[in-house]
C-alpha cells in the first residue's frame, strides 16, 4: 500500500507525462514478445535455475543466520541476466527499434530512477530493515544487492519494458497489462516446484504471490513510462529479504 500510495502521488507530476507508444504492427510486435519468452523460458529453465526471481538467488535466511553469497554467485547471477536479456536486445537492433521501445525513454529516465529509489527506500523502512542497515552491512549482502539490481533489470526490460509495452498495443493497456502479469507468475512456475517440491500446496500460493508482485510492478511502469522505477524497487524488495 505504501508503494501504491507513492506511485499515485508522484504520477502526478508532469515529468511523467509522455506521449503513448504506438507500434505500426501491434500484432507482429505481440508474437516477437511470445517468442522471444519460449525461447528464453527453454534457454534458462534448462541450464539457470535461479531467474528471474532475485529473491532466489540466496539460500533462505531465519532467524540469526547471516546470509551467505559469494562474488561467484554474484558474476554467476549477472550471467544469467545478460543471457536473459541478450535475445531481447539483439531483436531490437536487429529490428532497429529504439530504447524506447522497451521502456527506456529519456523523458521519464530521472524521475523514474527517483521514484525507484523513493519506493527501495519504502520499502526497506516498512519492513523495518533501516537498523540492519545502520547497524552495519556485509560483504555478502552487497554482493546480494547487486546481483538483485542485475536480476530485476533485466527482468523488467523483459517483461515490463519489452512484453508489456507490445501487448498493450496489441490487445489494449488493461488486458496488455494483465497479461504480462499473468506470463511473469508463469515463467516462476518451474522455479516455484524446484524449491517447493517437497510442499506442493505452497506452489499455489507462490504463484498468487508472483502474480500480485507482477501486477505492481506493471502498474509502477504504466505510471512511471520507465523501467527504472520497478526494477529498483524489485531489486530492494529482494534486498530486504535477506537482511
Known sequence: MGVVAVTLIAGLSPRFRRRPLIFA???REGVVAL???LLVAAILWTGFPGFPTPAYAAPVVSGDRPLRYSLDDLLRQVTVAVLAAAPFILAMIVRRQPALSAGWGKATRSPSLLLG?????ITLFLRGRVYAILNGVSPDEIYYLVAALAASLATEFIFRGF???RLASWLGEIPGWLATSALYALFQLPQTILVYDANPAQWGVQIVRALAAGLVYGWVMRKSGHILAPAIYSAFHAWALVL
Do not use: C, H, K
Open 117 to 121: 529509489l523513493a519506493l527501495g527506500l
Open 25 to 27: 504492427y501491434p500484432l
Open 35 to 37: 517468442g522471444g519468452l
Open 163 to 165: 512484453v508489456q509495452l
